[in-house]
């Protein structure tokens, strides 16, 4: 996926966002693969993973990597720690936390969440009743595009309050394709965002993956990543749901430990393969 392509999404998809993506991208080359871009590329370019059941059909290239996704991610957790998730797990308040930064991160989304619920709230009832302008206000310091997260924030209020009576958990019931067709009705949601709601909701144990750095896995078990994001983002979940087990704790596990490695480790660009836990083992390394 290149920025080009991420851009003549962000076009089609948002006049908003559009004319902040040349910036983004020529600024920060890693901010093509945040998670608000991937989950809009996503929506574009995907037909989506409709369920995590454990997949038959493992790439050969997978089964013939040179370390086991459980000794991979044991060596992870040995160099990082023990990870915790740094972002609210309730349905609810992961949509609206997900919409308090631009471009999204755990430090840019922490501090619009930070200054939403001292000024603001994040209850439906007081985002409805609040000023965009002042919610916009709020959302400032996460980043970008301020105006139009507090309008989507909006969106989602208005949607919980009408829909699910102020509950949206309540409303994640049911069969599994339901319940993503609803996360996925949300502003800035397809099937990696609805992956990563279920799993740490403790709604369904699926085989989610940080949308900004499926490349990581891909890297260690196979070489190189493709161009393609969809077909990544399949790949390491193949990769997860025949090598972890299907369980909450081992999914969650799973997410976060890829989640740091990508963010401090594995970066999208100029990995740090020298500094590297997993570089014995990591295909990419051995093929440079
Ligand atoms: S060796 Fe490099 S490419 Fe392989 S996992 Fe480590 S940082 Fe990523």
């Known amino acids: 996926m290149t920025a080009r392509t991420c851009c003549k999404v962000l076009r089609a998809g948002s006049g908003v966002l559009a004319r902040y993506s040349s910036t983004v991208f020529a600024g920060a080359p890693d901010f093509i693969a945040t998670d608000l871009f991937v989950e809009f590329v996503w929506s574009e370019t995907s037909d989506g993973l409709r369920s995590n059941a454990t997949h038959s059909n493992i790439s050969s290239?997978?089964?013939q990597s040179r370390i086991s996704v459980l000794d991979l991610?044991?060596?992870l957790e040995k160099f990082y720690g023990p990870q915790e998730p740094a972002f609210p797990v309730e349905p609810y308040e992961?949509?609206?936390w997900w919409h308090c930064g631009y471009p999204a991160s755990d430090a840019a989304c922490e501090?619009?969440?930070k200054n939403l619920k001292q000024q603001v709230g994040i209850e439906p009832h007081q985002l409805l009743a609040a000023n965009p302008a002042k919610i916009a206000a709020a959302l400032k310091a996460g980043g970008m595009v301020p105006e139009l997260r507090a309008q989507r924030l909006k969106e989602i209020a208005m949607r919980v309050k009408d829909e699910f009576g102020g509950d949206l958990r309540s409303g994640l019931a049911g069969p599994l394709a339901r319940?993503?067709?609803t996360l996925k009705g949300f502003?800035?949601?397809a099937d990696p965002g609805a992956d990563r709601i279920l799993l740490f909701a403790g709604i369904a144990p699926l085989a989610a993956v940080p949308s900004n750095c499926t490349h990581a896995l891909i890297r260690i078990l196979q070489g190189p990543e493709g161009e393609n994001y969809s077909a990544g983002y399949r790949e390491a979940q193949r990769a997860i749901a025949g090598g972890v087990s299907e369980t909450f704790d081992a999914r969650m596990r799973t997410y976060l430990l890829l989640k740091i490695h990508g963010q401090q480790t594995c970066k999208r660009t100029n990995p740090k393969c020298e500094e590297c836990p997993v570089k014995s083992k990591c295909a990419f390394?051995?093929?440079r």
């Open 94 to 96: 992961f949509l609206v």
């Open 285 to 287: 390394f051995a093929e």
């Open 111 to 113: 501090k619009g969440w």
């Open 187 to 189: 502003p800035g949601i």
């Open 61 to 63: 290239a997978v089964a």
């Open 179 to 181: 319940v993503r067709k």
């Open 73 to 75: 991610l044991n060596r």
